[in-house]
Nanobody
Framework: QVQLVESGGGLVEAGGSLRLSCTASGRTGSSSARGWFRQAPGKEREFVAAINWIGSSTYYADSVKGRFTISRNNAKSTVYLQMNSLKPEDTAVYYC????????????????WGQGTQVTVSS
């Protein structure tokens, strides 16, 4: 079982930066691939970024490439999402997931989600 806790959300002006953290606890907290997803009001949850368990491979949605960076510190069981050049359309609740990377993509585990952290970007 893996428990995930996100932090770091908040209100920021367009062009600003935020860093989200996702800390895991449980038996496989530091050895699983991790992904970030987001859900804006009235929209479906969408993939943002993912990283494999050793941190050697990363994956990004086209909408955030070049602006967001995912990284991890396995000693702290924590994955980070550095978000730069934020836009109003990045406004959403951001969720962390523990899953797996396979065939060059990320597969979310349905049972391992955090509670989410709100990111609001003002124009």
């Amino acid at each position: 079982q893996v428990q995930l806790v996100e932090s770091g959300g908040g209100l920021v002006e367009a062009g600003g930066s935020l860093r989200l953290s996702c800390t895991a606890s449980g038996r496989t907290g530091s050895s699983s691939a991790r992904g970030w997803f987001r859900q804006a009001p009235g929209k479906e949850r969408e993939f943002v970024a993912a990283i494999n368990w050793i941190g050697s491979s990363t994956y990004y949605a086209d909408s955030v490439k070049g602006r967001f960076t995912i990284s991890r510190n396995n000693a702290k069981s924590t994955v980070y999402l550095q978000m730069n050049s934020l836009k109003p359309e990045d406004t959403a609740v951001y969720y962390c997931n523990a899953g797996e990377t396979t065939s060059g993509s990320y597969r979310a585990h349905d049972d391992y989600w955090g509670q989410g952290t709100q990111v609001t970007v003002s124009s």
